[in-house]
C-alpha cells in the first residue's frame, strides 16, 4: 500500500514520527506522497521527506494564498527549480479552490492558474484540494489541458462529478470520509467507480474518521478503506488494493524512484 496524501510533515507526528513509519513498514504502507501547502512548511516537508524516503510535491494550499501570493508563487518557481530534477518530486501541489474559504478567492484563483502552468511546464500531475468549486475547477482544468492530469484529493462529490474528473484523465483520492456512516452519496460513487480512477489517501493528520478512538489521523487506516472500497464494489480486498497500488504508481511514476 501507498498513502497518496499524507502530511506526514506536520507538527502532529513530531513526537512519535519514527514509531509511525516503524508502524506503517509492519503494516504493509510502503511509503506516503507528502503534498506541500506554504513557503512556511517546505523545508520541514523537504527534510522529513529526505529523512524517510518519501515522493513528494511542491504547492501552495488554497488556505495559504493571501495578498502576497505573487511573492509566494515566485518562491515556488525557485524551489521548484532547484528540485526538478528530484527524483521523489513527483507532483505540484495541494493547489485548488476552496470557498469554504472564500475571503481569499482571487488570490486562490491566481495561485491556481500559476501552479496548473508549471505542472504543465514541467510534466508534473497535480493534486488538487477542491472543496464547493467543483464546477469552477472543472472550467479551468478544461482550459489547461495538462499531459499529466492529477488526483483530486478527498473527493466528496457524486458520480456526474467524478465522471467529468475522469474524462480529463484525473484520479480520485478516496480517504477516511468513506467510513463514515453519513457520507452516502461518497459511498454510492465509489460504488460505480472504474478500478483504474481512484488512489487511497488518508490527508493525516486530518480528516479522521468519525468511528475513530483517535484525534489524529495517520496511514495506518488505508486497510479499512480498501476493506470499505471493496465491499462497495462488491470485489475482493486484494483487487482493490492491487489496482490502488498500480494506479498511484502510474499517476506519480514512482516504480523506479522507490525501488
Not at 517546505?42 to 494550499?61: M, N, R, S, T
Not at 504543465?120 to 467543483?134: M, S, T
Not at 480512477?197 to 488505508?222: G, Q, V
Request: hydrophobic residues 45%; aromatic residues 6%.
Amino acid at each position: 500500500m501507498i498513502d497518496s496524501h499524507a502530511h506526514l510533515d506536520f507538527a502532529e507526528f513530531d513526537s512519535d514520527r519514527k514509531q509511525l513509519f516503524d508502524s506503517m513498514k509492519q503494516a504493509g504502507i510502503e511509503t506516503a506522497v507528502i503534498p506541500g501547502v506554504s513557503p512556511a512548511h517546505w523545508d520541514q516537508q523537504l527534510a522529513i521527506a529526505k529523512e524517510y524516503v518519501c515522493p513528494f510535491g511542491l504547492g501552495i494550499h488554497p488556505w495559504f494564498c493571501d495578498e502576497e501570493i505573487t511573492v509566494s508563487l515566485a518562491e515556488l518557481k525557485l524551489k521548484l527549480e532547484k528540485y526538478q530534477f528530484d527524483p521523489k518530486l513527483v507532483a505540484i501541489g495541494e493547489c485548488g479552490l476552496d470557498k469554504l474559504r472564500n475571503k481569499n478567492w482571487q488570490a486562490q484563483i491566481v495561485s491556481l492558474e500559476a501552479q496548473l502552468t508549471m505542472a504543465k511546464q514541467l510534466e508534473l500531475p497535480v493534486i488538487l484540494h477542491v472543496v464547493k468549486a467543483h464546477n469552477e475547477m472543472l472550467s479551468i482544468l478544461r482550459k489547461h489541458a495538462l499531459p499529466k492530469a492529477g488526483v483530486i484529493h478527498g473527493f466528496y462529490g457524486s458520480v456526474e462529478i467524478a465522471n467529468e474528473y475522469i474524462k480529463l484523465g484525473f484520479k480520485l483520492g478516496i480517504g477516511g470520509l468513506i467510513l463514515n456512516h453519513n457520507t452516502q452519496k461518497l459511498k454510492n460513487c465509489v460504488a460505480h467507480l472504474p478500478l483504474d480512477s481512484f488512489l487511497i489517501e488518508t490527508d493525516s493528520p486530518a480528516m479522521t474518521p468519525s468511528n475513530s478512538a483517535e484525534t489524529r489521523n495517520t496511514p495506518l487506516i488505508l486497510q479499512s478503506i480498501i476493506v470499505e472500497i471493496a465491499n462497495l464494489q462488491k470485489k475482493s480486498s486484494v483487487l482493490i488494493s492491487e489496482h490502488a497500488f498500480r494506479n498511484v504508481v502510474q499517476l506519480f511514476d514512482l516504480k523506479l524512484k522507490l525501488i
